[in-house]
């Protein structure tokens, strides 16, 4: 997701998970609990609206519904 959010020129933030130890990783995990509802990676939030595995249209198609 991130090659394809960089190729269209889309800004984004990104959280590499597996490089995050302690605390912070569970800080990080719990709030991928909280916004998908299960672990499934990658997860992309746009526009409020959770789109978990790679799913470009999908990405696209909510931030085309910010417009």
């Not at 499934?40 to 799913?55: C, D, L």
């Amino acid at each position: 997701m991130k090659q394809f959010l960089t190729e269209k020129a889309i800004p984004y933030e990104f959280v590499d998970v597996d490089m995050l130890r302690g605390a912070e990783q569970e800080q990080v995990l719990a709030e991928v609990d909280r916004v998908a509802g299960k672990r499934s990676f990658p997860i992309t939030v746009a526009n409020g609206r959770v789109i978990q595995g790679y799913k470009p249209d999908e990405v696209m198609g909510a931030l085309q519904d910010e417009k």
